[in-house]
């Protein structure tokens, strides 16, 4: 079952405006990453988070996490057209290896 | 290659005959992992590789759905008796460790696989 759910599902917006999407998840994570989808094909690895971290930046990228409310965002400045994507949480149980679990996604439309 | 490669990118098939897809990891890369997304959905766990260990199977939906891994690198996932349920984009990831056992837990897509049953 999927544990993690984005929210909104799906964002529209202008491109210079900033973009915010959320995660929640249901159990206890060692991290929690962020991945973009281009036309529904190959995703692309954003942002890591660990669990004993609270922010973490990446150029235009700023993710959150907090652990007491089991829940992570992704925010995106000053957003481009080229931004357009689905965005998808994803959560790892255990340190080391471990399968993702991938949440339905927010589909990020930034227009021009 | 550089990354991920899987194919065929697409592959259309009739109900009830089988499928092989066939997945490149990045080369030394140890872990492999299957999932599949369908129209809209997020992605669903379907297997996982791990060095010499044996399988995670646990996200295979049915019994008409297994995959190899030989050698350690190349995998492959059978579908057998498709159903037009089977259609979805499958995606294949890999990902490594240092050599200092530093674990690297992202994980690396290819393009995946988009299987219609017709």
């Known amino acids: 079952s999927q544990q993690g759910e984005e929210d909104p599902q799906a964002l529209s917006i202008q491109e210079g405006e900033n973009a915010t999407m959320n995660c929640s998840y249901k159990t206890s994570i060692n991290n929690l990453q962020w991945y973009r989808q281009n036309s529904g094909r190959g995703l692309v690895h954003l942002i890591l988070i660990r669990s004993n971290e609270r922010e973490k930046h990446s150029g235009r990228l700023r993710v959150t996490l907090d652990t007491s409310k089991k829940s992570s965002s992704l925010l995106i400045t000053a957003s481009r057209a080229a931004d357009t994507a689905s965005y998808f949480c994803?959560?790892?149980?255990?340190?080391?290896?471990?399968?993702?679990?991938f949440g339905k996604g927010t589909m990020l439309l930034v227009s021009p | 290659g550089a990354g991920v490669s899987q194919s065929p990118s697409n592959k259309v098939t009739e109900k009830g005959k089988d499928v092989e897809l066939r997945c490149d990891p990045i080369?030394?890369?140890?872990?492999l992992y299957w999932y599949r997304q369908s129209l809209g959905q997020g992605l669903e766990f379907l297997i996982y590789?791990?060095?010499?260990?044996?399988?995670?199977k646990s996200g295979l939906p049915s019994d008409r759905f297994s995959a190899e891994r030989t050698g350690g690198s190349v995998s492959t996932l059978t579908i057998q008796r498709t159903q037009q349920e089977d259609s979805a984009v499958y995606l294949c990831?890999?990902?490594?460790?240092?050599?200092?056992?530093?674990?690297?837990?992202?994980?690396?897509f290819g393009p995946g696989t988009r299987l219609t049953v017709l």
């Open positions: 994803a959560t790892g149980r255990n340190s080391g290896y471990s399968t993702l679990t």
């Open positions: 990831a890999s990902s490594q460790t240092s050599g200092r056992g530093i674990r690297i837990d992202t994980q690396y």
């Open positions: 080369s030394g890369h140890t872990a």
């Open positions: 590789f791990q060095g010499n260990s044996a399988p995670d």
